[in-house]
């Protein structure tokens, strides 16, 4: 079993709608959190990096991390078109980052 | 500015073929990363240089690998003797400090490897 569990979808929402992805993890060691996005042929892009459990908003984009539960949650409100790509979380101990496998997101215009 | 590149992008090679992946990241930046990321799946991580030093390279899947990084900016993944299973996008990333905890890391856009 893998260290960090995310559903691959793919996930296809209209335009406007909100964005529910979410991963669950195993190593109780882990303390940092991130969201990545990664469009076709590009690297990774920090989306929204989180410490502590709880909700970090950025704009759009709403982070929720629950270390009780290892369960970690990323929302996209009002979802754009420009939002389509595949979104990876990552966390880690130290430096080495253990990533899921990615949700592919579509959103239809 | 410029982010973090990747040379060549896109890489066939024969079975049994060495391969060298050459990775730039950004200037000043001291702690670099190397991922290997399959068809389908999230990165894994493979080594770390801080500086010149290699730090960490537990995650190279065999004695086939190895990344070198001389003089502390540019960084080499050399592949001897690829097979098939070598096939997958090549991630390199830089961040600028050796807090590497909480310091993002920066990808560059990958080179593909695909074995024959």
């Known amino acids: 079993q893998k260290e960090v569990e995310q559903d691959p979808g793919p996930l296809s929402v209209p335009e406007g709608a909100i964005v529910s992805l979410n991963c669950t993890y195993s190593?109780?060691?882990?303390?940092?959190f991130m969201w990545y996005r990664q469009y076709s042929r590009k690297g990774p892009e920090l989306l929204m990096y989180?410490?502590?459990?709880g909700n970090k908003e950025d704009g759009r984009f709403t982070a929720q991390v629950d270390k009780s539960s290892k369960y970690i949650s990323l929302f996209i409100r009002d979802s754009q078109p420009s939002d389509s790509a595949t979104y990876l979380c990552a966390m880690s101990v130290n430096y080495k980052l253990s990533f899921g496998a990615g949700t592919t997101v579509t959103v239809r215009a | 500015g410029a982010g973090v590149s990747q040379s060549p992008r896109y890489k066939v090679a024969k079975r049994g073929q060495d391969v060298a992946l050459r990775c730039d990241p950004i200037s000043g930046h001291v702690s670099l990363f190397w991922y290997q990321q399959a068809l389908g799946q999230g990165p894994e991580f493979l080594t770390y240089?801080?500086?010149?030093?290699?730090?960490?390279k537990s995650g190279l899947p065999s004695d086939r690998f190895f990344a070198e990084r001389p003089e502390g900016s540019v960084s080499t993944l050399k592949i001897q003797r690829t097979q098939q299973e070598d096939s997958a996008v090549y991630l390199c990333?830089?961040?600028?400090?050796?807090?590497?905890?909480?310091?993002?890391?920066?990808f560059g856009p990958g080179t593909r490897l695909t074995v024959l």
């Open positions: 240089f801080q500086n010149e030093a290699q730090l960490d």
């Open positions: 990333a830089s961040s600028s400090s050796t807090e590497t905890s909480t310091d993002t890391q920066y």
């Open positions: 989180t410490y502590s459990s």
């Open positions: 190593n109780s060691a882990f303390q940092y």
